[in-house]
Nanobody, 120 residues
Framework: QVQLVESGGGLVQPGGSLRLSCVVS????????MNWYRQAPGRQRELVAT???????SYGDSVKGRFTISRNVARDTVYLQMDSLRPEDTAVYSC??????????????WGQGTQVTVSS
């Protein structure tokens, strides 16, 4: 079993910052990419940021220049630094791992999600 555990969500005022963490554990041959998604009530799930095994990053248009995805390989942890937060960033943020179970079987796993609320 592969488990992803997020932390770091909470309530923050507009313009503030939060850092989310996602710890990956379990039987993984190798990780292909790690993603952060978010979903607000009544809206579709949105891809926020991706970091590949090679360290390449990409971001959704709505968060470019404000959010930063990074990783600590030794700690099997991925982070999402969120700055200049806006009320429209309010959502449940979930971590997703795309990984190989062995040399040819790709799979993915999700965390339980963490609530981020941006409000004054």
């Amino acid at each position: 079993q592969v488990q992803l555990v997020e932390s770091g969500g909470g309530l923050v005022q507009p313009g503030g910052s939060l850092r989310l963490s996602c710890v990956v554990s379990g039987n993984i041959f190798s990780i292909n990419a790690m993603n952060w998604y978010r979903q607000a009530p009544g809206r579709q799930r949105e891809l926020v940021a991706t970091i590949t095994a090679g360290g390449r990053t990409s971001y959704g248009d709505s968060v470019k220049g404000r959010f930063t995805i990074s990783r600590n390989v030794a700690r099997d942890t991925v982070y999402l630094q969120m700055d200049s937060l806006r009320p429209e960033d309010t959502a449940v943020y979930s971590c997703n791992a795309q990984f190989y179970r062995d040399s040819y079987t790709i799979s993915d796993s999700w965390g339980q999600g963490t609530q981020v609320t941006v409000s004054s």
